[in-house]
């Protein structure tokens, strides 16, 4: 019903800055919930940041005034712009998109989310 795809990923040096793209397509909705996440090689997926509906945002302590999640309704579109990057954000990131008016907390439970994109790859290099 709804489809994610991710572009932005890259190599990039330590303290500097990525734009990751998220764009959905099929049945989508100002309604949905937006967020990302990260796995890397031998960890759990963590969640990253994540915006509601109507344009609240939470994040990740890990993220905090680094990492900025944003949203184009117009265009279907969520972006994270990622600034001041270290070796350990290095990561496969994954947007997900949930039919919901959560926000806050919620949007860092995976339950809350019904549509996975595909996964970019950030590496940090040191």
């Known amino acids: 019903q709804v489809q994610l795809v991710e572009s932005g990923g890259g190599l990039v040096q330590a303290g500097g800055s990525l734009r990751l793209s998220c764009a959905a397509s099929?049945?989508?909705?100002?309604?949905?919930?937006m967020g990302w996440f990260r796995q890397a090689p031998g960890k759990e997926r963590e969640f990253v940041a994540g915006i509601s509906w109507s344009g609240s945002t939470y994040y990740a302590d890990s993220v905090k005034g680094r990492f900025i999640i944003s949203r184009d309704n117009a265009k279907n579109t969520v972006y994270l712009q990622m600034n001041s990057l270290k070796p350990e954000d290095t990561a496969v990131y994954l947007c997900a998109a949930g039919y919901t008016l959560a926000s806050g907390s919620r949007l860092s439970q995976m339950p809350t989310y019904d549509y996975w994109g595909q996964g970019t790859q950030v590496t940090v290099s040191s």
């Open positions: 099929g049945r989508t909705s100002s309604r949905y919930a």
